[in-house]
């Protein structure tokens, strides 16, 4: 029920004083957007005056926007590595920040085939959690009564390592579902999970997944959303019940617990509550076995008011899927946007269309400033070195890169996003997340680029060579259409020996080979995620690549400037290559992976 009126929210009436309090700081935040920027600035500035880094720029003790834009350079994350490999082997003088560095994020984003390393501090994890406490407030606006059931959301945890100096590195959400702020949060009736803590908690993904999905289905009228942090995700544990459901229909008909479940806080914890339910057994039994899986999440969870995923981006391939799984009608809300470097903000109207979504950086996260995205001319130059500009000066319509100044410690520091203004929100713009820079494929959290990819083909050539034979020309495809998604790549081969052309078997071996040369993301997704599958290459006919240039052009492309290219994703160019297919090979094993870096 909503509160009185004196509670009212320009954005709604809030669905109780919780929730008015939560409404009240985004209204304040955002109306006060350029005077919150600057004193963020000016805190950060001031408590780390006495850094290494800061001290370096001899910005003096100055807190203002004017100098700190005049004396600190705009960096990517190649320039702070000194940095950070000084403080991953143990330095702990006050390097970036004034605030001891409790561990590292490490983040999707790779660099020289690794995970970044973000440094935190403990007090993130209170910006971050108050992000995350505004995230119901907004849904409750759109979505009344989900204080009446439970949320159904697959949360995982993944493996740690410490560097050599002894710090933890994890990525942000290990971080934060293992932290007090997560396993003793106060009891919320618009935010109770079927998932107990022990079952997210649990590093062994299978039995993690396969507990989350046990008590989801237990509960299955009482759940209301269901999610994933991404949607590759949800589609993951879909996959998981196609796989498992069996299985997960014998414990509940029993009320027992499979054998491989073998994590005693887990076991401790659903011994109590696992009862023999032979109704239950029986319907997930006649649903499952259906030879049509469409609709599932609604014939299997009928109380479902929405999908709570993130479907922007990278991660707009899945819709299509996303929907057939869920009937088409059910929204599909991307609630934040955040990453290990710091959470930035999040969606006011989250029922809303994947393409119109919209997100509103809080001005209290760090301090933002963006680069504009100036149109190149037909060299590839753009008119002039863009200035970078503060969040309440972006303009309507214009895309921007990210930069950001953390409390942790990175100063202007290139997030590597594109985003484009697409409204306002008392002061503060709402973005559109356009793409992350120099990404060619990604599946999940995985990203290759260009360069990457290049180097993962120049190594799988060398297996060519004996049999007199390279690589004329190559392109890639994320195919999403199988669970888990998987890397096509395209490739037209020269082959100066027809008698000694190279084998079925050493094609597949090409696959490995390029695996092995993709980034440590990518390989663990391969190896400890399972949510990428086997590389795949597709020989496709020679002049196939001559083809898709004919194609180009007849459709606008200059002939002077046309380069291939490295990836395609228009369905008729995909129809076009696989229609010329004439071999495909898949990689025969899994590419190594260990938690520890390779550096
Ligand atoms: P990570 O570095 O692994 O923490 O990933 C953070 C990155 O994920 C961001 O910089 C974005 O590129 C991407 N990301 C995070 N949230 C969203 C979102 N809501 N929509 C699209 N991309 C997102």
Redesign the pocket.
Known sequence: MAVDSALSSPLGPPACEKDAKALRFIEEMTRNAEAVQEKVLAEILSRNADVEYLKRYKLGGATDRETFKSKLPIIKYEDLQPEIQRIANGDRSAILSAHPISEFLT???TSAGERKLMPTIQEELDRRQLLYSLLMPVMNLYVPGLDKGKALYFLFVKSETRTPGGLLARP?LTSYYKSEHFKTRPYDPYNVYTSPNEAILCADSFQSMYVQMLCGLLEREQVLRLGAVFASGLLRAIRFLQLHWQALASDIESGTLNQKITDPSIKDCLGKTLKPNTELAEFIRMECSKENWERIITRIWPNTKYLDV?V??A?AQYIPTLDYYSGGKLPMA?T?????ECYFGLNLNPICRPSEVS?TIMPNMAYFEFLPQEPSDSFGLTSSDPQPVDLVDVEMGKEYELVITTYAGLYRYR???ILRVIGFHNSAPQFH?VR?KNVLLSIE?DKTDEAELQNAIDNASRLLREFNTSVGEYTSYANTKTIPGHYVIYWELLIKDSANSPTNEVLNQCCLAMEECLNSVYRQGRVADNSIGPLEIRVVRNGTFEELMDYAISRGASINQYKVPRCVNFTPIVELLDSRTVSAHFSPALPHWTPERRR
Do not use: L, N, P, W
């Not at 934040?336 to 290990?340: G, I, K, P, T, V």
């Open positions: 983040s999707s984003g942000v993130i922007t981006g991660m991307c934040m946007y955040a990453s290990s997100y997030v590597g996003d997340f992350r959290s």
